[in-house]
C-alpha cells in the first residue's frame, strides 16, 4: 500500500520562501505523476502543480506561476515544491498526490494516493 507525506509547511511572512516535500513509499512512485494540491479553510481543494514521471513535464496553475517551481528525485521517491514570493492567498492546507496512469491532469479525482497535508500560513 502507498503512502504519502508531506513535509515542510509553516509560517512565513509574506515575500518570503518555503520548500515543501513529498516522500513516497509503498509503491513504484516514480512512474506515476505527482501533484500538489492545496485547500484553504471554506474552499474547494485547488489544483497548484504537476510533474510527469519523467520530471521533464510539469504544469501550473496561473496563480502560482512564476513563483512556484516543482520538481522530482525518484531516486529518493520525493517530490518537491519550491515556493517563492509568497502571499497571504497561499495560506492552505498542501496535499501532495500521485497518478498512477501518469496523465498529468489536474482534476483531483484522477489521482489515486494523497498524502495528509501540510499546512502553510502567510502573514501579511
Known amino acids: 500500500q502507498g503512502h504519502l507525506v508531506e513535509s515542510g509547511g509553516g509560517l512565513v511572512q509574506a515575500g518570503g520562501s518555503l520548500r515543501l516535500s513529498c516522500t513516497a513509499s509503498?509503491?513504484?512512485?516514480?512512474?506515476?505523476?505527482m501533484a500538489w494540491f492545496r485547500q484553504a479553510p471554506g474552499k474547494e481543494r485547488e489544483f497548484v502543480a504537476l510533474i510527469r514521471r519523467s520530471g521533464t513535464s510539469t504544469f501550473y496553475a496561473d496563480s502560482v506561476k512564476g513563483r512556484f517551481t516543482i520538481s522530482r528525485d525518484n531516486a529518493k521517491n520525493t517530490v518537491y515544491l519550491q515556493m517563492n514570493s509568497l502571499k497571504p492567498g497561499d495560506t492552505a492546507v498542501y496535499y501532495c498526490?500521485?497518478?498512477?496512469?501518469?496523465?498529468?491532469?489536474?482534476?483531483?479525482?484522477?489521482?489515486?494516493?494523497w498524502g495528509q497535508g501540510t499546512q502553510v500560513t502567510v502573514s501579511s
Open positions: 509503498g509503491r513504484p512512485f516514480s512512474t506515476y505523476a
Open positions: 498526490a500521485a497518478d498512477i496512469a501518469d496523465v498529468g491532469a489536474t482534476f483531483r479525482y484522477r489521482y489515486d494516493y
